[in-house]
């Protein structure tokens, strides 16, 4: 599984971070940050973030 996010579409709403904190995340200057090919468990919490997402930015690939 891979999960990537159009950084250029991206607006730091952080509904991710919520949404699957164990994948996504903030740096030190409130940037988004990703884990790219997280666990397989962490999958349906990846897929809950991207309809989370209020600009539809992150696309799941299940590979």
Do not use: N, S
């Not at 409130?30 to 992150?58: F, K, M, N, S, T």
């Amino acid at each position: 599984m891979r999960v990537h996010v159009d950084m250029a579409l991206c607006q730091t709403h952080a509904q991710c971070v919520f949404a699957a904190p164990e994948v996504f995340g903030l740096d030190d200057d409130d940037e988004l940050v990703y884990e790219a090919a997280p666990g397989d468990d962490a999958w349906p919490a990846v897929e809950e973030a991207a309809r989370a997402c209020p600009v539809q930015a992150i696309f799941p690939d299940a590979d």
